[in-house]
């Protein structure tokens, strides 16, 4: 089974969706815009969502995360929740 691990930041448009993701690409700490813009609890914690398997996470943002590149920032990602901006930051396959 897939593993990965990754942080996001939750917002309510794509929009401000694009903007943090285009403030981080510019050189902003990920963690620092993550505490301060998302609306998900994660924020407080940098936007770090710990370990989790492949089905997991709603589809469309396991799409990003099981299949884009790994340290790369990735969105906007439209899922129920709203748009997140996300770092893939690892992805294991068991054996």
């Known amino acids: 089974m897939a593993t990965a691990s990754a942080r996001h ?8 969706c694009a903007d943090l993701k285009q403030q981080i690409e ?3 700490d990920f963690a620092n815009v993550a505490s301060e813009h998302s609306s998900c609890p994660s924020g407080a914690q940098g936007g770090e969502l710990g370990e989790f398997t492949q089905g997991q996470m709603v589809p469309e943002f396991d799409a990003v995360v099981f299949n884009e ?3 790369a920032v990735h969105g906007p ?3 129920q929740f709203g748009y997140h901006v996300v770092k893939v930051l690892d992805k294991r ?3």
């Open 93 to 95: 396959r068991s054996r």
């Open 9 to 16: 930041i939750l917002v309510d448009s794509e929009e401000k």
């Open 26 to 28: 510019a050189g902003a």
């Open 77 to 79: 990602v439209k899922t």
């Open 69 to 71: 590149a790994l340290n």
